[in-house]
């Protein structure tokens, strides 16, 4: 089954970390994005530009109407996502592990995906 | 990145709401520091052996307004409060009912103060790298290339000017608010451009500037997500900055725009930089953030220089000429005009400008390369020699040196 894995991250934080340690978190990221391709099971990688860079529509109500920044304000922000392909919550619960292991701090929501069309 | 480092950077990261918030609290900036230095001190003894708080903003301004407490009642001779072990926790709704809508005027406060106008640009500066940046006095004395006794003592009267100049606590109305946004934007664009202007190796010092300074607008922007001039700064910063790798040769040397390798410009800032400029646009209310962001966005979107859209260009600086004339910005345009209807016309167009632009480096440049272009030599000469003796930086003078020997090769 897909899963969707959104990443939250304190923005704030991670905007100011080092080049060194950017750097390094990154590479720890793709070490396991690698494995993951490699058993075939992952999908797209996106990582966001930052929340300032964002519109939102509010459509719940008329007319709808539009604003700058995020949906909501949070914490932690939406800073990127992963599709991957888990065979079950077990598994989906392990990737998210390895890959919070290469990037502590904050949080990963993992969810399946119902229908993704490309 | 070992649990020290990530407390570290939580505490950076918290230090602006958490600063503005004491100060608020406090009302003098010491106190709030100092308050604030102790809570940093009892986070990095507590948060190792009782874990993290949930929301580390609010434990530093609970435990900060503890500990300046202790402070003043130390100060007045009051039995010493001993709460090192009362549980942060049932203080912490009273931290959560801070009024969110009051931080964004606390943190502008606080940015407004680091830039207050009574202070020269050089204090503004360090004063707003040691307060909201968090940089150590040290770090901030090896940007500014000075002893950090002397930046010691720079703080130090930058923070009893404002004393002086006393600071406004009440909730400012619309019209404060949009002056106190203009003043602290200014602040962050000298600071930005403090940065620049620079040989590779102060270059090298001063990168924190740069940095730091889009930081504080990225900040802003957080607090004023849908003001026009303030994406608009952010985007000028980000359009900016962005061609910062390719400013210098290997050798050093100053890398004119029209010659810089396009490769090496950043393109995720550049995206980031035209994405926030759309955003302020969407408002329809340009300024001159907007407009200089707009000037840039369009360098970095031609693919080499002979794409530039220069005529475009030429409008924009018009548009700007308007709205804040200056000698500068008619320089500026000046070289979008010797682009489109050639050296002459140009020349023209900056000759009233001699009398004001007279101790200007880059007046006596635009003017050599000018001549230089229609042949007239000694002209030239004369321009680029006066330009030299203006050169702040050895980059400048070797760029202008070089002018001059394709002179004499002419």
């Not at chain 2, 580390?56 to 503890?66: E, K, S």
């Not at chain 2, 966005?297 to 004339?325: C, F, G, K, N, V």
Request: net charge negative.
């Amino acid at each position: 089954m897909q899963y969707v894995f959104l990443c939250y991250h304190n923005e704030k934080e991670v905007f100011a970390w080092s080049k060194e340690h950017e750097t390094q978190v990154i590479e720890k990221l793709l070490a396991v994005q690698e494995k993951l391709a490699q058993q075939g099971r992952l999908g797209p990688v996106a990582r966001l530009m930052p929340t300032s860079t964002a519109t939102t529509l509010h459509k719940n109500r008329e007319p709808a109407v539009v604003t700058d920044g995020p949906f909501a304000e949070t914490r932690e922000q939406l800073l990127g996502f992963y599709v991957i392909e888990c065979k079950d919550q077990e598994e989906a619960i392990e990737t998210a592990r390895e890959l919070g292991v290469a990037n502590p701090g904050g949080a990963y929501e993992f969810r399946p995906i119902l229908m993704l069309q490309r | 990145m070992n649990e020290e480092a990530r407390f570290d950077l939580a505490l950076m990261s918290a230090r602006p709401r958490a600063m503005a918030a004491l100060l608020r609290y406090f009302r003098d900036l010491d106190t709030a520091e100092e308050a604030f230095q102790e809570a940093c001190l009892r986070a990095l003894q507590s948060w190792p052996r009782n874990g993290p708080p949930r929301d580390p903003t609010a434990w530093l301004i609970m435990v900060g307004r503890n500990a300046g407490l202790d402070s003043k009642r130390k100060h007045h001779n009051e039995t010493e409060l001993d709460d090192s072990n009362a549980p942060i926790d049932e203080n912490l709704s009273l931290a959560e009912r801070l009024d969110d809508s009051d931080y964004r005027d606390d943190i502008l406060r606080l940015l407004f103060v680091c830039g207050h106008p009574t202070l020269p640009a050089t204090q503004q500066i360090a004063l707003a790298l040691r307060i909201v940046s968090g940089l150590t006095v040290e770090q901030i004395a090896r940007v500014f290339l000075v002893s950090p006794a002397a930046m010691e003592q720079r703080i130090t009267r930058a923070k009893r000017a404002i004393a002086e100049a006393g600071v406004e606590f009440e909730t400012p109305g619309a019209a404060d608010r949009a002056q106190r946004l203009n003043a602290v934007s200014s602040m962050i664009y000298l600071m930005f451009t403090e940065g620049y202007g620079s040989t590779p190796d102060t270059a090298e010092a001063r990168g924190p500037l740069a940095d730091e300074a889009i930081r504080l607008a990225r900040l802003l922007v957080g607090l004023f997500p849908s003001d026009p001039e303030t994406l608009g700064l952010l985007a000028l910063l980000l359009l900016q900055h962005a061609r910062a790798p390719a400013r210098f040769d290997r050798d050093g040397q100053i890398v004119l725009l029209e010659e810089q390798n396009r490769d090496a410009w950043n393109r995720a800032m550049i995206d980031e930089g035209c994405v926030m400029l759309e955003k302020a646009a969407r408002h329809r209310e340009p300024g001159p953030y907007q407009l200089q962001a707009a000037i840039a966005a369009i360098h970095s979107r031609a693919a080499t220089a002979a794409d530039t859209d220069w005529a475009q260009i030429d409008r924009l600086y018009q548009a700007l000429e308007r709205m804040t004339p200056s000698p500068v910005v008619t320089l500026n345009r000046a070289v979008a005009v010797s682009k489109l209807r050639g050296a002459e016309e140009a020349l023209a167009l900056i000759a009233p400008l001699e009398a004001k632009l007279s101790g200007y480096f880059y007046f006596h440049g635009v003017r050599g390369a000018l001549l230089k272009q229609l042949g007239r030599a000694d002209a030239a000469r004369e321009s680029l020699n006066r330009a030299i003796a203006l050169a702040s930086t050895v980059a400048e003078a070797d760029h202008i040196r070089r002018e001059l020997d394709s002179l004499v090769a002419q």
